[in-house]
């Protein structure tokens, strides 16, 4: 058997947006995604978030459906529309309800609830004000931030401020393939200043209101080279990694943006953006890290080769090549030691902090049979990936808890419906929930604490 510390916790995570529906319902009002999903071809059969998992009127079942499986920790996010429907200005009472409930539902089965303040539903009205690429949202978000505890602090000891920011800023202002759609590279970069900005005001904001533990999730990758033997895929590497990982890690865990980092991105004019004492307020000090992840990438050197879809702006002349192993349905390559990898250089890299994998698991083409969802394939990514947390754990890595991506099939952003991530499978058309093949397999996982040999 291949066992875990007794204090390592096991859960599952969700997102609002991704789940609950009820868009309308008691005063929330329209975020990026709502106006996102709207717009032709910006979603896979122009789906939207309105119904989702109806989670919103179902909480109690999908938490019963926890407690069935023994998790012991439920990472969810709270709709930042539904608590300020303006984005600043004033709180809305029934919003906060919502939550109040989950959070009581949640303590009733000894489930820890662990909120993340922001995952990507960010208040329309402050896109009409320029989103995350205005200062003013980081300051929203502080405020919001005092709000939420303000409720849900008495009963609320973990909380973490925001979902991958790398998505965030380069995916909705870069590539636009996310919410808001926007594609320009210098937008992109104005919005992770904020986006860690808004990580650092929240954290101190938080602090403030007395809460016990704060963190940020992240989604950093592995960046390997094609060729091991490459120099110019090794300087490849290093600008990737730059711009996905050390970017968001190294003012939050160190002592602000790295030179090089910052030497890229002087092409796209002055960063107005940084002001004198914002790496100070960044570096507020974090109780967890929490990591998100699915897949390494591989990265070569081809000059001449264009620059991509904006997902990395400026890194021109750089091919990420296709997967040669296999994959999930979303085409990423399935790679457990890419997990380890990344866990042993953040406790090397960045020591003292604890970390958490805050989601992991695989989209996989699910058929329902009867009362059984067949997903062996699920089932041996999980194994593999936790067999790679236990062996950085073994290497002396802080690694707390796991929490599996996730709970239900959901609204996977641009993919829509059409890629299942759960545990737990979701008809759309009935809202009937079936247990896969891989949330039994992960009851038992919990239930012995550990993996089968
Ligand atoms: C994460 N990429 O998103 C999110 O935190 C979840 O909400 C999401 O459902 C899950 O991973 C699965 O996708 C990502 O293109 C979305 O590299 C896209 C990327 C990475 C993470």
Redesign the pocket.
């Known amino acids: 058997m291949i066992s875990f510390p007794d204090t390592f916790v096991w859960g599952a995570s969700t ?1 609002a947006y ?1 789940i609950e529906g009820a868009v309308d319902a008691d005063g929330r009002s329209p975020s990026i995604w709502d106006t996102f999903s709207r717009t032709p071809g910006a979603v896979a059969g122009g789906q939207t978030g309105d119904e989702a998992c109806d989670h919103y009127r179902r909480y109690r079942d999908d938490v019963a459906l926890m407690a069935d499986l023994g998790l012991r920790a439920y990472r969810f996010s709270i709709a930042w529309p539904r608590v300020r429907p303006g984005g600043d200005g004033p709180t809305n009472e029934r919003g906060l309800d919502f939550y109040d409930r989950l959070v009581d539902e949640l303590h009733r089965y000894g489930i820890t609830p662990m909120p993340t303040l922001y ?1 990507w539903d960010l208040p329309q009205a402050l896109e009409d004000r320029g989103g995350w690429t205005n200062r003013r949202t980081a300051e929203a978000f502080a405020e919001y931030a005092t709000v939420v505890h303000d409720r849900l602090g008495d009963r609320v000891d973990c909380w973490t401020t925001l ?2 920011p790398w ?1 965030s800023a380069y ?1 909705g202002y870069g590539s636009g393939i996310h919410a808001p759609g926007r594609r320009d590279p210098a937008a992109a970069f104005a919005a992770v200043h904020h986006l860690l900005l808004a990580h650092g005001l929240g954290t101190q904001a938080l602090r403030a209101a007395g809460a016990r533990s704060v963190g940020l999730v992240v ?1 950093p990758v592995a960046v390997r080279p094609d060729d091991p033997t490459s120099a110019a895929d090794a300087d490849a590497v290093r600008l990737i990694d730059g711009l996905h990982n050390r970017i968001f890690l190294d003012p939050v865990l160190g002592d602000g943006y790295p030179a090089d980092v910052l030497a890229h991105l002087s092409r796209f004019g002055e960063p107005t953006w940084l002001a004198e004492s914002d790496e100070k307020t960044i570096a507020a000090p974090i109780d967890l890290l929490g990591i ?1 992840y ?1 897949n390494p990438v591989y990265v070569a050197a081809r000059p001449g080769a264009p620059e991509g879809n904006g997902t990395y702006p400026g890194a021109a002349g750089i091919e990420f090549r296709a997967p040669t192993g296999p994959t999930t349905a979303m085409g990423w390559e399935i790679d457990p030691t890419g997990l380890s990898d990344l866990l042993r250089r953040l406790h090397h890299d960045y020591p003292g902090t604890p970390l958490w994998v805050t ?1 992991n698991g695989g989209a996989f083409d699910d058929q329902v049979s009867g009362d059984h969802v067949p997903d062996d394939d699920r089932i041996s990514y999980l194994d593999g990936h936790l067999r790679a947390v236990h062996t950085a754990l073994r290497g002396g890595v802080d690694v707390r808890g796991y929490l599996a ?1 996730s709970l239900l099939d959901n609204f ?2 641009a993919e829509g419906y059409s890629k299942r ?1 759960g545990l737990v499978h979701v008809d759309y058309r009935t809202q009937r929930r079936t247990l896969k093949d891989s949330a039994h397999w992960y009851r038992s996982v919990i239930a012995r604490n550990a993996l089968p040999d």
């Open positions: 997102a991704q995952h979902n991958e998505c995916l989604n998100n699915y989601e991506w996977e952003w991530f």
